[in-house]
């Protein structure tokens, strides 16, 4: 299993950008497929982006397409979520989340059993 550790959450106006960093600890990390998701106030946890193991493929939902994009480091056991032209809506706590060793990408919450706390992402109007 994979320990994972959010960083890089806080406050923005609409149209700013924030980075999101999750450190990992652990042998899988660089053999599963990993993922964001949010949780908005009084709303499910939703899939945001993904990426392969290797980083060779990324999905993201509709609502993010265009403005987020995911990278990770395998050497430093990291992955990060880029947000650009946010938007009040995207106002959510972030998870971090990590798949089983040799986890394909999904974009199914069960398909993932490593997360991290959560950061919060606010984005005034």
């Known amino acids: 299993q994979v320990q994972l550790v959010e960083s890089g959450g806080g406050l923005v106006q609409a149209g700013g950008s924030l980075r999101l960093s999750c450190a990992a600890s652990?042998?899988?990390?660089?053999?599963?497929?990993m993922a964001w998701f949010r949780q908005g106030p009084g709303k499910e946890r939703e899939f945001v982006g993904g990426?392969?193991?290797?980083?060779?493929?990324?999905t993201y939902t509709d609502s993010v397409k265009g403005r987020f994009t995911i990278s990770r480091d395998n050497a430093k056991k990291s992955v990060y979520l880029q947000m650009n032209s946010l938007k009040p809506e995207d106002t959510a706590v972030y998870y971090c989340?990590?798949?089983?060793?040799?986890?394909?990408?999904?974009?199914?919450?069960?398909?993932?059993?490593?997360w991290g706390q959560g950061t919060q992402v606010t984005v005034s109007s």
């Open positions: 652990g042998r899988t990390f660089s053999s599963t497929a």
């Open positions: 989340a990590a798949g089983r060793d040799g986890a394909v990408l999904s974009t199914f919450r069960a398909s993932y059993n490593s």
């Open positions: 990426i392969t193991w290797n980083g060779g493929r990324t």
